[in-house]
């Protein structure tokens, strides 16, 4: 080729194709008067900040209906756009954007690429939103919209990053501002990292979609692209990401030590903690979506590979036209109607297809091993039930030490109405019974005070709601929460508690308790700032 610049020009004119047809679609609309947006820069504005609204759902995986772009655009034009339309004029708008210029009034949108090694034009489809049919309250139906794979190109293209550079710079940057401690812009970087997954583990699926539909129309080349992406995503982010959730972990670790045990936090202090506590989230999310996209990845080949295979046998079966091979020869000799069952006879001759046999299901089946490997393997499942069964008896022996701890804190407040943790130290000291309740162990009595400060007040009412209106399975280890509202609904003494308030007592007196033991049977003190526990019960 003469000109080495215009090799991948078709791939450049999709990528303008996108820009020009969105254009095409708004700029011979006049709609767009009466809703007030006369100049081309608002409405080219305003369909941007409609995608980018409809992509934030998607990669929240929530749902966008027409009433949520409605309302998302009747918010921005009050605070942004000013303009005088009312909250139907909104919907409608919203309703214009998506189904007539967006989506083309349902009619294909294409934009022709031309190739210059082929000396033609490429036909490129363009599609920026679809939608699905979704159940609001699980009993309205509504039709929910979110972007394909050519709107989030379209979105992504303004960044001016190649696609295989992304994930990379974003997670430099993410290394970068970790390294500062600015984990303000941590967390914005992180977030990018896991939409930028999210939105690679949507390709794939997309990808696989088109290919159960016709795997002829999913060419080599698209499938040796969206492999090469994946192979840069599942290189080695897990084991990074791994190693950074590590390093948030101790962080978060440190600075909660450090709140409880030596000095209150400062605001700066308290944001970094709630900062690295989201970029611990994210990471694990971002993880999560890492096995995903290794999972789907495999996937995508085993369904590429079985498709193709499915129509190359196709291609193996004999066929014969009917007309030619059996009315015209029964038209020339009608006599030979009395074989015709020679002819049918092939099409029944077929071997009957594999089905379950649902009987077989239910008879005993001989070991195949000897007698001895059937005992060994019966031997390991029983003692594999009865580890399982030890191990819930040791959680069960856990929490319930939590509760004991928890509910005589509890107790000893709600029986003054506000008590302080060095009162409670001073009263403990001649009970070792009480004192065993307190302090069963070094790391739960650390546990439950962190996770009372941290809360701040505990409000019993808003529990109960919660608790009848979601259906939640039973928590593994310890919730605050749910324990609080387990020991005031279960203890008389407790049971009139309202509202539970801590706040940390700024009078200098440091709570030591000493010769406590901790998980490895060793004896340590333990030593914290007070704190006072104030118990607003349902009469106040």
């Known amino acids: 080729m003469q000109y080495e610049f215009l090799k991948n020009f078709p791939k450049r004119m999709k990528n303008v194709g996108l820009y020009a047809v969105l254009i095409q679609n708004s700029i011979q609309k006049t709609s767009w008067k009466q809703y007030g947006f006369i100049k081309f820069d608002e409405q080219i504005n305003l369909i941007f900040a409609v995608m980018l609204y409809i992509m934030e759902q998607s990669l929240r995986e929530e749902n966008c209906t027409m009433d949520d772009i409605g309302a998302y655009i009747d918010t921005i034009n009050s605070q942004y756009f000013k303009k005088d339309i009312s909250y139907e004029d909104c919907r409608k708008l919203g ?191 971002t ?94 499942d029983f003692d594999e039930e009865a580890f399982r069964k030890e191990q819930e008896k040791r959680l069960q022996e856990k929490l319930k030490k939590y509760e004991n701890s928890l509910g005589f804190i509890l107790e000893q407040a709600a029986e003054k109405g506000e008590i302080s943790l060095y009162d409670i130290s001073e009263n403990i000291q001649n009970e070792p019974e009480n004192r065993q309740k307190l302090l069963p162990d070094v790391e739960i009595f650390k546990e439950i005070m962190v996770e009372l400060i941290r809360n701040k007040e505990i409000d019993i009412d808003a529990l109960k709601k919660e608790k009848s209106e979601y259906i939640q399975d039973a928590p593994g280890d310890f919730q605050l929460n749910e324990m609080i509202l387990k020991i005031v609904e279960e203890n008389p003494e407790t049971q009139d508690i309202r509202k539970v308030e801590i706040y940390r007592i700024e009078d200098g007196n440091t709570v030591v308790f000493d010769h406590v ?16 526990i104030r118990i607003v019960k349902n009469e106040e």
């Not at 293209?157 to 993410?174: P, V």
């Not at 014969?320 to 020679?342: I, M, T």
């Not at 033991?517 to 006072?532: A, D, F, P, T, W």
């Open 95 to 285: 309703d214009f954007i998506v189904n007539v210029i967006l989506s083309n009034e349902g009619r294909a949108m294409y934009f022709d690429g031309f190739d210059f090694q082929q000396n033609a034009y490429h036909i490129m489809h363009i599609s920026y939103v679809a939608n699905r049919i979704v159940y609001v309250d699980q009993e309205v139906r509504r039709t929910s919209y979110y972007l394909t794979d050519d709107g989030y190109n379209l979105l992504l293209s303004t960044l001016e990053i190649e696609n295989n550079m992304k994930l990379t710079i974003h997670e430099m940057i993410f290394q970068m501002h970790l390294e500062k401690q600015s984990y303000d812009k941590a967390v914005d970087e992180i977030k990018n990292v896991f939409n930028l997954m999210r939105i690679q583990l949507q390709k794939i699926q997309e990808a696989m979609g088109k290919i159960r539909r016709n795997a002829l129309n999913y060419s080599v080349k698209d499938y040796e692209e969206i492999l090469l992406e994946n192979l840069d995503t599942i290189s080695d982010t897990k084991k990074k990401f791994q190693n950074y959730r590590e390093l948030v972990k101790s962080r978060v670790k440190d600075l909660e030590e450090e709140n409880i045990n030596v000095r209150r936090l400062d605001e700066k202090e308290e944001e970094n903690l709630n900062n690295l506590k989201i970029i611990e989230g994210y990471l694990n999310r």
């Open 287 to 380: 993880i999560d979506e890492h096995q995903k996209i290794l999972n789907s990845h495999f996937d995508l080949k085993a369904l590429y590979t079985r498709e193709l295979e499915q129509l190359s046998q196709v291609s193996l079966i004999q066929r014969f036209s009917f007309r030619s091979d059996f009315y015209d020869k029964v038209l020339e000799n009608p006599g030979a109607l009395e074989n015709l069952d020679v002819f049918l006879r092939p099409l029944f001759n077929r071997d009957p297809e594999k089905i379950y046999n649902l009987n077989k299901a239910f008879m005993y089946q001989k070991p195949a091993g000897k007698n001895e490997e059937s005992d060994t393997e019966e031997e390991l």
């Open 517 to 532: 033991i901790n998980e490895k049977g060793e004896e340590k003190s333990i030593r914290c700032s007070n704190v006072l």
